[in-house]
């Protein structure tokens, strides 16, 4: 037979007055979705319709940026270069002009930059294929700028 547990008024009540104040219960399971959405987040940045310029300053600022946040994946999407038009002119590199090859080249070549990060790769074909690569970034507080 089993031994049935009883519970003291005491105990009781002091159950009812918790459960009435339910706002003031901390959800686990919601600060721990919220902190591993904010780890697991990826960052993109798409350079589609930038200048060669334009996208080196727009890479070196995300790098920095994601770098200081803690990110320790981030994403950039240079395109596969089938629209460029360094194709036609026989006076301009066909690859270092197209972002697919010339951003994996100015992150190699600053000396800033290739201080973060730990390994550069190109990204799986769900988030671009040969038209992305993936840049894997070292912990921002191991090192000193």
């Known amino acids: 037979m089993k031994k049935k547990y009883t519970v003291r008024l005491e105990d009781k009540s002091d159950w009812l007055s918790f459960t009435k104040k339910m706002e003031n ?4 399971e919601l600060n721990y ?11 993109k940045l798409d350079l589609h319709g930038f200048s060669l310029n334009e996208a080196n300053k727009k890479v070196k600022e995300f790098i920095n940026k994601s770098f200081k946040d803690g990110y320790k994946k981030i994403i950039i999407i240079t395109g596969k270069g089938l629209r460029s038009k360094s194709y036609n002119n026989p006076y301009l590199s066909e690859k270092l002009n197209m972002l697919k090859y ?7 070549d600053n000396d800033v930059l290739i201080s973060k990060i730990k390994k550069i790769s190109e990204a799986a074909q769900k988030d671009g294929g040969e038209g992305a690569i ?4 070292k912990n921002n507080n191991k090192i000193k700028e």
């Open 102 to 108: 010339s951003v994996p080249e100015y992150i190699k």
């Open 134 to 137: 993936y840049i894997y970034l």
């Open 25 to 28: 219960i901390n959800d686990k």
């Open 33 to 43: 979705i919220q902190s591993s959405s904010r780890i697991n987040k990826v960052p």
